[in-house]
């Protein structure tokens, strides 16, 4: 993950559409929700985010109802949608082929 971000321009809000196409942008973040098939796969999901968060030190805003996991990335410190918050969704959905 970059140490220094920085807020998305629309160019780059442009390009992440292209290359994270399953999360939705919003004004100031990214969102996405996962279905599994139990809620032990969602909790195994979720450890597997969390590992990734920690070693970025970018943290993701989630909530887990059953099987379903949802998750909302910005950057309160910048008040934005940034390049971290990119980073993380383009590393969560490398492990989308794992569950």
């Not at 399953?22 to 139990?38: K, M, N, P, V, Y």
């Not at 109802?65 to 959905?93: C, F, K, P």
Request: glycine share 4%.
């Amino acid at each position: 993950m970059s140490k220094q971000a920085v807020l998305l321009d629309d160019a780059a809000r442009q390009s992440l559409c292209s290359s994270c196409p399953s999360w939705t942008i919003a004004a100031d973040g990214l969102e996405r929700e996962w279905r599994f098939h139990s809620f032990i796969e969602a909790f195994g999901f979720m450890t597997q985010v969390a590992l990734l968060a920690e070693c970025a030190n970018h943290h993701p805003e989630w909530s887990n109802v059953y099987n379903r996991v949802t998750i909302r990335l910005t950057t309160h410190d910048l008040g934005g949608l940034s390049s971290r918050d990119a980073e993380l969704a383009q590393a969560i959905d490398s492990l989308s082929p794992t569950f």
